[in-house]
């Protein structure tokens, strides 16, 4: 278990290395930066303008910046946001828990739909409850999510259900703890509905052929022929093997959680890493783009991890020295 | 060469062609109805694409100052006495409200649908009198003949972003898995860091390099190669495992032992054997395209404002106002889905035709 975590730990080296680099590389080759946006100002002096660049490094050439970077968040300082004038640390901080509740939720809701709904099409086979509801899922599965997000804004709009996007009300530092928790989930119904549904249809989709595949198994078979109940074939039999690549999905899965989490975050506008992430990249804020794209890489390498520890929890067949080979 | 030659071959060539048609009309009786209705819905966008000025109305850019947000008009049915005027016909929309953008139908009056006209499949008589079948958008652009025009974006970018993603991907999944060693240790290292990225964050870094001075083709262009060169990886590392077992296969080292180059053999041999997973996955994958494009447009870092892509045509709805007071902005989200949907069912259906033993 440390071998293998130890081992997947120092993998991750330089493949975060990789991608920051070809982050850095990108953002610089934008032609100019933050500080030149500053140039349009008639009130703002060249003097001053040389100053600001000079303070955030932004003069100096592309490698040498790039390791001050790298060396700065060796010491967990992420660097200095040049349009919101605060440390990135503490910005992305507050901003990846909001993404990660809303990617975490959105995982919970679609597996508690998608599996249930995998049995029951799975067991019926070829009903036209099978039919009816695999047709859905590939509907659900090509809505973009940006468009059922406009969707469920304009239900929102229309109904007055739900709040209209944002990610807490305005009176929200007033409330009482309970309250707040309460506030919180009412904005959380509809983003988590919007991303959640996605990934339902193809987890619905998984958990069908899985069944369809482990049901026509000797096991299975031999189960039956030792009299047990259909009941007990499916759920003690069947199921338990048909969950394994859940888990490893679920770590995986995590990629677009982020990805859809942005596009919902923007259109929504959630207080999320997407759409922190979608400010920096527009404003040119070279050192939040990075720290977005290392805390999201982190965050997924994290969640890829976490999934390959699970699933040798929950299946004895696999052991650290076979998922370390993969 | 006599006229006796001549004949047969041109005998031949007839029944193959009718050998081909039979063909697609036994695949179109094999295809359930979602999946005809999907290549209908293809067949009818790649058209929209391919003939975008005589499909749409109007001037995608013409600017109807009086008319910005207007609803979609209703169309009437002419009597028979006056389809000397028009077949069909609208009443006119006046903005009654120009704070709020409301408007009233002026029923009074009549504007008659012309088609066949003006070069275009329907159209009135003026650009100043429009049609506005979907409504027109704030600017007072109409809105159908810049979804017209958009198609070609959507359309286009599933396929070129495909086919270089997939060139890409063969080729160096398939060197990978035959050559082995240092070069497929290195590639694979490469592919691994590639798709661990957080794809999403990564194409907004890279797109913020498009600078926004660039035509709309040039920006669709720089768009596919970092969308493509972000995803090759996936198809690499997927046909490099196909051609790693491919190459221990009996075949393989007979071509060997009859001392094929390996340029032949894997040109001849393994990409042949992994073209049919190839298609599959390409159109699967083709609807990730048109979903970043899209993505990347609304967001504002894709196609630019004036030209059209469905993606930006939806960055009006970004405004909660604009969502409340004119919905029909969302129409074009309606064409994105359509195209993402069309592409899974077929993807799905060749799959099932290419593989029947994997179907369940």
């Known amino acids: 278990m440390s071998r293998f975590l130890i081992r997947r730990l120092l993998n991750m080296i330089p493949l975060l290395l990789g991608i920051t680099f070809i982050s850095f590389v990108a953002m610089s080759l934008v032609p100019g930066d933050f500080v030149s946006n500053l140039k349009l100002n008639p009130t703002i002096t060249p003097e001053v303008i040389h100053q600001l660049q000079a303070q955030f490094g932004l003069d100096q050439p592309l490698m040498v910046r790039y390791f001050k970077w790298l060396w700065g968040v060796l010491h967990l300082n992420f660097g200095f946001s040049l349009s919101y004038r605060v440390s990135v640390t503490g910005l992305i901080a507050s901003r990846a828990f909001n993404t990660i509740l809303l990617a975490l939720s959105s995982m919970i809701f679609s597996w508690m739909i998608a599996i249930p709904i995998g049995i029951i099409v799975a067991v019926n086979q070829n009903s036209i409850w099978d039919r009816f509801l695999s047709f859905l899922a590939f509907f659900g599965m090509s809505v973009p999510n940006f468009f059922l997000a406009f969707l469920m804004m304009y239900l929102a709009l229309k109904t007055g259900w739900f709040p209209i996007g944002g990610t807490f009300s305005v009176d929200y530092a007033t409330l009482d703890p309970l309250s707040k928790v309460a506030d919180r989930i009412n904005h959380l119904i509809l983003p988590v509905f919007v991303l959640g549904i996605s990934g339902t249809a193809g987890l619905m989709r998984l958990m069908r052929s899985q069944i369809l595949e482990i049901k026509n198994s000797d096991f299975v078979r031999t189960a039956r022929a030792k009299g047990l109940s ?21 770590g995986y899965s995590l990629g677009d959680l982020l990805g859809g989490a942005a596009l919902v975050e923007a259109v929504m506008n959630l207080q999320g890493l997407g759409l922190l992430m979608l400010d920096a990249v527009r404003s040119l804020d070279i050192y ?14 994290v969640g890829n991890l976490l999934a390959d520890i699970a699933l040798v929890a929950v299946d004895p067949r696999v052991d650290f020295s076979s998922v370390a080979a993969e | 060469m006599n006229a006796d030659a001549v004949i047969p071959a041109h005998l031949e060539s007839a029944a193959v062609i009718e050998a081909r048609a039979s063909g697609l009309r036994s695949e179109w009786r094999l295809a359930s109805y979602t999946v005809r209705f999907s290549a209908i819905c293809l067949a009818i966008f790649y058209l929209l694409a391919a003939a975008s000025p005589f499909f ?45 953008r409301k408007f009233t139908q002026d029923n009074s009056r009549r504007i008659y649908i012309h088609l066949f006209t003006r070069g275009h499949l329907f159209t009135t008589d003026a650009d100043s009198e429009p049609y506005f079948m979907l409504g027109s958008e704030g600017l007072g652009r109409d809105l159908y003949s810049r979804i017209v025009y958009g198609s070609r974006v959507s359309m286009c970018v599933g396929l070129l972003g495909v086919l270089i993603s997939f060139s890409l991907g063969i080729t160096i999944g398939a060197l990978s898995g035959y050559l082995g060693g240092t070069i497929d240790f290195l590639i694979m290292r490469w592919s691994e860091i590639e798709m661990s990225l957080p794809q999403f964050y990564f194409l907004l870094a890279l797109a913020a390099v498009i600078p926004s001075g660039l035509s709309a083709v040039t920006t669709f262009f720089m768009i596919v190669a970092i969308m493509s060169f972000i995803s090759w990886a996936g198809f690499a590392r997927i046909i490099r495992g196909m051609a790693s077992s491919v190459r221990s296969r009996p075949y393989v080292e007979a071509a060997r032992a009859l001392g094929a180059s390996r340029w032949r053999i894997i040109t001849r041999h393994i990409i042949p054997s992994v073209l049919g997973y190839a298609v599959v996955a390409a159109t699967l994958s083709i609807p990730g395209f048109i979903l970043g494009e899209s993505a990347l447009s609304l967001l504002g870092l894709g196609i630019q404002e004036p030209a059209a892509s469905w993606g930006n045509l939806l960055a009006q709805a970004q405004d909660v106002q604009n969502l409340a007071r004119y919905p029909w902005i969302l129409i074009p989200g309606i064409f994105i889905f359509l195209a993402v949907m069309s592409f899974n069912f077929l993807g799905d259906h060749l799959r099932d035709r290419l593989d029947p033993s994997g179907a369940s």
């Not at chain 1, 074939?233 to 490893?248: D, E, G, M, S």
């Open chain 1, 230 to 250: 259909e009941r007990v074939v499916i759920y003690k039999h069947v199921l338990r093997n048909a969950l394994n690549p859940f888990v490893t999905m679920a």
């Open chain 1, 288 to 301: 939040l783009v990075m720290g977005s794209v290392l805390m999201g890489t982190i965050l997924l390498l």
């Open chain 2, 56 to 100: 749409a109305s109007y001037d995608p850019t013409y600017q109807n100052r009086t008319m910005p947000d207007c609803p979609p008009m209703a169309l009437h049915l002419s009597a028979p006495s006056e389809w000397s005027h028009g077949l069909f016909y609208t009443h006119p929309m006046r903005m009654t409200d120009p704070a709020l």
